[in-house]
């Protein structure tokens, strides 16, 4: 009888389980669910620039991605930063630096601790017209180049740096376009507009481009930082989305899209000009 009774226990105990984990299951899908069925108004993604086509990618694999009413605002980080300041109604922001996440943060702008590092730039040496075997070519350049502004865009000031670095900056400055971000300098290399620029590598790897990627340890990481604003109404999904875009198989796609992996970069030394 005692053995009957235990061969009984054991199989309630399985059965309850599996009827734990299917509810938890359920539960977890109805959380999310329900968070997105009782959207008031769409959800709004701030994002850099540069980082829009990424974050396009990325967001195809997001869970009930059909059931959310998503919006993506795409503009240079100093305009969105500004937009936020004012009051601008998003959910989200992707910015392509840590200095503007950080000035909201001082501000009290944003939900605390959500501001996170979620990728860091590439930079590359890129011509459109004619391949380009190696940095030292640089060295015999006399062309223009095209970079982003250093003074207001992070991939302008990695290139400035990494120029510095090849004691190439004095040389090659006086020859400088720049434009007012990565996008547009992309632009005005991938239109011939300019023979020869530093772009950002992801640029390159989702236009099927190559060029020759400049080493990490030439320039300060480029950290780009997403922060959850504070007056968002939708801070659950918010939270959510964001731990989508940190998670490690988003992180390994980024890799992909010519992005570093966060725990290499995390650990870079800062480059000494």
Sequence with gaps: ??????????????KTRLLL???????????????TQEQARPFRIAVAANFAPALEILLADLP?????????????????????????PFDLFLSADTTRPELLEQSHLIVANSRKTYAFGQIALWSATQPISDLSELMHYS????????????????????????????KVSRNLITGININQTFQQVRSQAVPLGIVANSQLVMNDHKGIIIPASYYQPIAQQLVIIKSSPQVELATQISAFILQASSQQTLQKLGYLALESSSKMNKVTQ
């Design 1 to 14: 009888m005692s053995e009957l009774i235990s061969r009984f226990s054991f199989k309630l105990l399985i």
């Design 21 to 35: 984990v299917a509810c938890f299951t359920l539960c977890a899908q109805q959380t999310f669910a329900v968070t």
């Design 64 to 88: 009930h991605r059909e059931q959310i009413d998503l919006q993506i605002i795409s503009a240079a980080t100093g305009t969105l930063y500004l937009q936020i300041k004012h009051g601008a």
């Design 143 to 170: 062309g223009k180049l095209a970079i982003a502004n250093p003074d207001t865009a992070p991939y302008g000031m990695a290139a400035q740096q990494a120029l510095t670095h090849l004691s190439l900056w004095s």
